[in-house]
C-alpha cells in the first residue's frame, strides 16, 4: 500500500498545523496522463463513506477506491531538490519516470 517516509509525515503534521487543519486526514488522488506519467495532488480533507483509509507515520491519509491502483506500492517523501528547496515528491513504479533509489 501507499507509504509516507518520516520526513514527507512531519512535514504534512507541520502543515496541518500551522493551516488549523489538524484533525483532517491528507486526501490524494493521482491521475494518468497520456504518455503514462501520473500526476499527483493532495490536500486535507474529510473521510467520506467511499474512501479508502489508512494511517502511516502518524498521519491519516484517505484515497478513493479508483486512486488505489495507481497509488499501491507508491512511497511520499519530503526531500531538498536544491539547497534551501524543500518538495514533496512521489516515488511510484508504475510511473514510467520512477528510478528507484540508489543503494549505498
Not at 504518455?35 to 480533507?45: A, T
Amino acid at each position: 500500500m501507499f507509504k509516507l517516509t518520516a520526513a514527507a509525515a512531519e512535514q504534512v503534521l507541520k502543515a496541518a498545523k500551522q493551516g488549523g487543519t489538524e484533525g483532517l486526514s491528507l486526501r490524494l488522488a493521482a491521475a494518468q496522463n497520456p504518455d503514462g506519467s501520473i500526476e499527483y495532488r493532495m490536500g486535507f480533507d474529510e473521510l467520506t463513506d467511499d474512501d479508502i483509509r489508512l494511517s502511516c507515520e502518524g498521519v491519516d491519509i484517505v484515497m478513493t477506491p479508483e486512486q488505489v491502483p495507481l497509488l499501491d506500492q507508491a512511497t511520499m517523501d519530503y526531500v531538498e531538490m536544491e539547497p534551501g528547496q524543500f518538495h514533496f515528491i512521489f516515488l511510484n513504479p508504475k510511473d514510467p519516470t520512477y528510478e528507484p533509489p540508489i543503494e549505498g
